[in-house]
């Protein structure tokens, strides 16, 4: 190598050393591509934190369904009360109220009755009223008579649609087995 081209590029390799940082430009362009991924990570982690919350009242509507269900088989009645049914079931947690109405601006405890008979045909119907902002849930357990002419117990479990989430209130009341209007029902 020419000893001119070794100092040139000697010369050159000690002004990179020299100046030695990132330019204000490089700086920016990291910056927005940081904030370009942030607002598009972040919307989608702060929705499933909610459905995570809302697993939580799922699982309690399953619970106390399937609760309902039993107790009719050894009572054939169905319990006016979480505790009747000893299913493990809080009344009220941080997120939802479990109720027999589908609550009211300042409800924030769950009283744990079941709205037993209410319009269906010997049934009871609880809610999961929302506390913070979260899709309400609705569960119903009733008897229906099968084709053989026997007696079953059938529950279904219904969450707000998106669309009419609201802080405090469950959209609408289980009136027929099925979920209402502004509900849909979880398979």
Same mark, same amino acid.
Request: proline share 2%; aromatic share 6%; glycine share 10%.
């Given at each position: 190598?020419?000893?001119?081209?070794?100092?040139?590029?000697?010369?050159?390799?000690?002004?990179?050393?020299?100046?030695?940082?990132?330019?204000?430009?490089?700086?920016?362009?990291?910056?927005?591509?940081?904030?370009?991924?942030?607002?598009?990570?972040?919307?989608?982690?702060?929705?499933?934190?909610?459905?995570?919350?809302?697993?939580?009242?799922?699982?309690?509507?399953?619970?106390?369904?399937?609760?309902?269900?039993?107790?009719?088989?050894?009572?054939?009645?169905?319990?006016?009360?979480?505790?009747?049914?000893?299913?493990?079931?809080?009344?009220?947690?941080?997120?939802?109220?479990?109720?027999?109405?589908?609550?009211? #601006?300042? @409800?924030?405890?769950?009283?744990? *009755?079941? !709205? +037993?008979?209410? =319009?269906? $045909?010997? /049934? &009871?119907?609880?809610?999961?009223?929302?506390?913070?902002?979260?899709?309400?849930?609705?569960?119903?357990?009733?008897?229906?008579?099968?084709?053989?002419?026997?007696?079953?117990?059938?529950?279904?479990?219904?969450?707000?649609? #998106?669309? @009419?989430?609201?802080?405090?209130? *469950?959209? !609408? +009341?289980?009136? =027929?087995? $099925?979920? /209402? &209007?502004?509900?849909?029902?979880?398979?």
């Amino acid at each position: 190598m020419k000893t001119s081209l070794k100092f040139n590029l000697l010369q050159h390799l000690r002004r990179k050393q020299a100046e030695g940082g990132f330019t204000l430009i490089e700086l920016l362009v990291v910056i927005i591509i940081i904030g370009i991924l942030a607002a598009i990570a972040l919307p989608s982690f702060l929705n499933q934190a909610n459905r995570a919350r809302e697993t939580e009242a799922s699982q309690a509507i399953g619970a106390l369904n399937r609760g309902q269900q039993a107790y009719y088989l050894e009572a054939v009645d169905f319990a006016p009360n979480i505790s009747n049914l000893d299913v493990g079931v809080e009344q009220d947690t941080d997120n939802f109220a479990y109720t027999n109405g589908v609550g009211t #601006a300042g @409800v924030d405890t769950g009283d744990g *009755v079941f !709205n +037993v008979a209410a =319009s269906i $045909n010997d /049934g &009871a119907i609880i809610y999961a009223v929302p506390k913070n902002e979260l899709r309400g849930f609705a569960g119903v357990t009733y008897v229906t008579t099968t084709g053989a002419g026997k007696q079953a117990t059938v529950s279904n479990l219904c969450r707000e649609k #998106a669309s @009419v989430a609201n802080d405090l209130v *469950v959209a !609408n +009341v289980i009136t =027929s087995a $099925n979920c /209402g &209007a502004d509900l849909e029902p979880i398979k």
